[in-house]
Structure formats: structure tokens, C-alpha cells
């Protein structure tokens, strides 16, 4: 997991926005793709970034590095 894209999910969640509107204004993917990420990484479309584990929010990380939308550094 790469430690830049913990602190820039850490960073979207402080928006207090649903996760999905975070992957969409703050990593600039479309709705669908959202979707797809979150469902990929088992975690509601609805949810919170402030209800995620530290092992969810990991595996949300793996998820937008496995489908490049992050770079591992």
C-alpha cells in the first residue's frame, strides 16, 4: 500500500462527503467509475470516509493503485 495515497484519501475524507463524491471531485473519476471502486473495495456507496477502518481505507487504496488511479511513490 502506498503511504501517498493513505494521506490523500485521509486528506478527500476530511471533506465529509460521501466517499463516493470524494473519488469523483477529489481523484476526478466518474460516477461509474466510483462505483465500481467502491464495490471492488466492498465498502457502501453511501459510506463515509470517517466510518472506514484503517484496513478498509487500505484496501480502498489497493484498489485505486490496482486501477491506476493512484502511482505507488
Do not use: W, Y
Request: with cysteine; proline share 1%; hydrophobic share 40%.
Amino acid at each position: 500500500m502506498c503511504v501517498a495515497s493513505v494521506r490523500s484519501m485521509t486528506h478527500a475524507q476530511k471533506a465529509k462527503k460521501t466517499l463516493e463524491n470524494n473519488l469523483v471531485n477529489f481523484f476526478k473519476l466518474t460516477r461509474e467509475q466510483a462505483k465500481m471502486v467502491l464495490a471492488e473495495g466492498e465498502i457502501d456507496e453511501k459510506a463515509r470516509g470517517e466510518t472506514l477502518s484503517p484496513q478498509r481505507l487500505a484496501k480502498l487504496s489497493d484498489v485505486l493503485l490496482a486501477h491506476g488511479f493512484i502511482k505507488n511513490a
